[in-house]
């Protein structure tokens, strides 16, 4: 396994009232390569000619968005008891994924993080798992489900063909669900959950600590909440209203793709590009987009 070892690089940037803001670049991180940050917790990229069995790092907390997309090769994943969050589509396309092993301290499964796995066939979700989002295991062969006590937020199709209790092949799911679970239950052959839905657009996960979607409608300032500590991939998606985001010192990650940029500012942030090396003029655009009355100059 290849590990890259990331040089931090600062840019200066100055906005309108002068005051510098210091961001602290990762370089271009490629398919080539398995690349851990923030100190190892956060599993950003998996070098995809990985084969056969995947085993995370200890003392990893979330696996990133995108993470494993298109290891095609994979066929076992185990997950240690530090992870916590599995993020939106962080095992799309595994094409060969057959075993998935979670560990006792993980909480959430974000939206279309197992997409494309066509050849899970069991999936136990551990006591401690909360949320799992929509079309979480959108897979067409599971036959055996075990869910944990805690597991509550059960979105969309989260578990397969509409949460109905038979797959896409029109099997039959031997479901089992802890007895200490009051939320969850079968009801009229579908899985469901009788858990108090908050409706809201801007959505915050892993405890308030990752802002995962920003309401697109939402217009003028955007303040993110003190405790945030990532600023998800495409969290600004589409906010084309919004004019300024005041970021609280607690941001440590900004994770962005150039394609669509997600830009926020603050003092000490961490920008993280995914697709090539930033430079001066990707991330002029980038501000250019989301926070016109910025101006800035490189040096």
């Given at each position: ?35 851990y ?52 589509n962080?095992f ?81 799911i ?21 858990y ?97 009355a ?6």
């Amino acid at each position: 396994m290849k590990i890259q070892i990331l040089i931090q690089i600062t840019i200066t940037l100055f906005v309108v009232n002068l005051h510098a803001v210091s961001y602290i670049v990762y370089p271009f991180t490629n398919m080539h390569e398995t690349v851990y940050i923030d100190g190892g917790k956060h599993l950003l990229r998996v070098e995809y000619h990985q084969k056969g069995e995947f085993i995370i790092n200890e003392g990893t907390e979330i696996i990133g968005e995108s993470s494993f997309e298109t290891c095609r090769n994979i066929t076992s994943v185990f997950i240690p008891d530090s992870i916590t969050v599995i993020m939106k589509n962080a095992f799309a396309n595994c094409e060969s994924l057959t075993n998935i092993v979670f560990g006792s301290g993980l909480e959430i499964v974000d939206e279309r993080a197992f997409q494309g796995c066509h050849w899970l066939t069991r999936i136990e979700l551990p006591d401690s798992l909360e949320t799992l989002g929509e079309y979480a295991f959108p897979g067409s062969r599971v036959n055996e489900i075990i869910v944990g006590s805690g597991l509550r937020n059960l979105g969309k199709g989260a578990l397969g063909n509409d949460n109905l209790i038979t797959n896409w092949l029109g099997q039959a799911i031997n479901i089992t669900i802890s007895p200490d679970n009051k939320w969850i239950h079968v009801e009229n052959g579908r899985i469901v959950s009788t858990y108090p839905k908050k409706e809201t657009k801007t959505i915050y996960i892993n405890k308030g600590k990752i802002l995962r979607q920003v309401d697109a409608n939402h217009q003028g300032d955007f303040i993110v909440n003190e405790g945030t500590e990532i600023i998800g991939k495409h969290a600004f998606g589409g906010c084309n209203e919004i004019t300024s985001i005041v970021l609280p010192n607690s941001v440590r990650i900004i994770q962005d793709n150039v394609e669509e940029p997600s830009c926020a500012f603050g003092e000490g942030q961490t920008f993280v590009n995914h697709n090539k090396k930033p430079d001066a003029q990707s991330i002029s655009a980038c501000f250019d987009r989301l926070i016109p009355a910025i101006t800035h100059k490189f040096p």
